[in-house]
């Protein structure tokens, strides 16, 4: 696999962090490679948090690995897509790697403090401008070149939600919507108002601006997400395994992945496209649209069986070499000091033995 991308030229991958756990207290974290072209995983890198010091660094450690890796193998990345991890940033920019950041990751972000700010008294004009903000960011992204003009063409929401379409930005001088009259002549907001300064002041914020410059103007890490919610079902977050089994669960999800991501959408009897509506938690009530795609195959467990019974069973010394070639970290207990289980049982204390 990694052969035939460094056949290629301009390679586009995105990049991403699982850890086996919520929170700052995760024990693994597995770093995701991901072909966006051929929506293929590529490489799968597991980071133990006392490697790097705490499951802060794991991510960063994971991109290093996976990089590494590439660069060997003589891939040649025109770009990286990932979300807007701060270590991540410096890294690549360090590193020379052209970033640029998932649309998604920042609609959410800027949706979440919109949320709040409707709820203000004196505010709840704004969201009826939520849906079209969230539409913007992902037009915006698409349909621009180069950084100026992605920010002009974020920051001309500003001038829009005022019912004013020209704007001074020569990079995007007017809106590109035909003129019309609005039936809803309530919904436009006035500078000198609350609801306007609390949107100007998240919709122009220096750091959402030089983030907008960076937006992904073609492949976005939902396939990266979407691959996540498939090693779920060989890792479940609420057991813990070993390192080894960890990875070898890894290896088992995304062999399941790549088999499967490319299945075409079911249909019916008649040949009739197949459709189903959900209900996404997130979406609080908002339904959406999915296609129903062809069922499952699981070729790479025939393929894994061959495998084990042709080759393993016959010359298992490689395959042993191999595995004992995988490093593998210390428990995490082992920093600590292991008293000996008599001493520990005689300072036992309980709340009714105290």
């Not at 030229?9 to 597995?30: L, Q, T």
């Not at 450690?61 to 193998?73: F, M, N, T, V, Y």
């Not at 590109?176 to 009259?181: A, E, K, T």
């Amino acid at each position: 696999m990694l052969e035939q991308l460094s056949r290629r030229e301009n390679v586009i991958v995105g990049g991403d962090m699982r850890a086996d756990s919520p929170g700052h207290s995760a024990k693994y974290g597995s770093y995701t490679m991901m072909d966006l072209a051929t929506n293929t995983v590529v490489d799968l890198q597991l980071v133990q948090s006392n490697e790097v010091g705490g499951s802060y660094h794991m991510e960063k450690e994971g991109l290093k690995r996976s990089l590494d890796l590439l660069d060997a193998r003589g891939v040649r990345l025109e770009c990286i897509i990932t979300d807007r991890h701060p270590q991540i940033q410096k890294y690549l920019r360090d590193r020379n790697v052209t970033q640029f950041y998932d649309v998604w990751h920042i609609e959410k972000g800027i949706s979440k403090k919109l949320d709040k700010i409707c709820q203000i008294k004196g505010c709840e004009k704004l969201r009826k401008w939520l849906r079209s903000i969230k539409n913007h960011i992902y037009w915006t992204a698409a349909s621009s070149t180069t950084g100026p003009e992605r920010v002009a063409k974020w920051t001309s929401i500003l001038n829009h939600v005022q019912d004013k379409h020209v704007h001074e930005d020569p990079n995007f001088p007017a809106c590109l919507h035909p003129q019309r009259i609005s039936r809803d002549k309530n919904k436009w907001l006035s500078a000198a108002t609350m609801p306007f300064y609390k949107l100007e002041k998240v919709l122009a914020n220096k750091r959402i601006l030089k983030d907008v410059a960076k937006l992904s103007p073609h492949h976005q890490t939902s396939t990266v997400e979407a691959f996540h919610s498939v090693i779920l079902r060989f890792a479940p977050k609420n057991v813990v395994f070993p390192f080894l089994g960890m990875l070898c669960r890894l290896y088992l999800a995304a062999l399941h992945y790549n088999e499967n991501a490319g299945r075409p959408q079911a249909t019916s009897a008649t040949g009739k496209p197949i459709y189903k509506l959900a209900f996404p938690k997130a979406k609080k009530g908002e339904y959406r649209v999915r296609e129903v795609k062809t069922q499952q195959t699981f070729g790479y467990v025939e393929e894994l069986l061959d495998l084990i019974f042709n080759q393993v069973f016959v010359d298992p010394s490689p395959y042993v070499d191999e595995v004992l070639g995988i490093h593998i970290p210390p428990a995490l207990s082992s920093a600590y000091d292991r008293p000996e289980m008599e001493e520990a049982i005689s300072s036992r204390v309980t709340r009714f033995n105290q």
